[in-house]
């Protein structure tokens, strides 16, 4: 798989805040305030309580396991998968294209880090590029959920 952080960013300024989904239920403010979660859960800038940290850590590295078995393809992942309660978006005062802009400078982030390792908040210590990996996914998957991301020369198999 290619992690190209370029290629979210430009399938996230597609994104119009009335895009109905190709399935679930959040809208585009909903899925990028979640995608944002995820990012913002993983390094620790939002903190999650000691039971979703512990089974992270318990059942995280089998949950990373098998997105490896799928080549973390987003197109061999089910759709409506349940989500933890720290990734459940809220709707601040924040408006849609401050959401946006807040994502981008995520996705910035995770690009530009130039270590061997990460901490993540709930797997721990994983390989930097195993975090952007996960990244790439989740936040193409939603991006694909919109319709704005359709890119499966990504994607083997």
Request: net charge positive; charged share 25%.
């Amino acid at each position: 798989m290619n992690v190209e952080f370029k290629l979210l960013e430009k399938s996230l300024n597609k994104l119009e805040k009335d895009i109905i989904p190709k399935w679930g239920k959040m809208n585009p403010i909903e899925m990028v305030i979640h995608c944002n979660n995820f990012i913002e859960v993983s390094f620790g800038i939002q903190k999650i309580n000691f039971i979703s940290k512990i089974s992270g850590r318990i059942f995280g590295r089998l949950y990373l396991k098998y997105l490896s078995s799928l080549n973390f393809n987003i197109y061999k992942y089910p759709k409506n998968s349940r989500t933890l309660n720290e990734f459940k978006p809220f709707l601040p005062r924040a408006s849609f294209t401050f959401q946006k802009k807040r994502l981008a400078k995520n996705l910035k982030m995770v690009d530009g880090i130039n270590s061997n390792f990460t901490k993540h908040n709930i797997y721990g210590k994983i390989k930097t590029d195993l975090f952007k990996k996960l990244v790439f996914f989740h936040t193409s998957y939603h991006l694909n959920q919109f319709g704005v991301l359709n890119n499966k020369k990504n994607y083997k198999g």
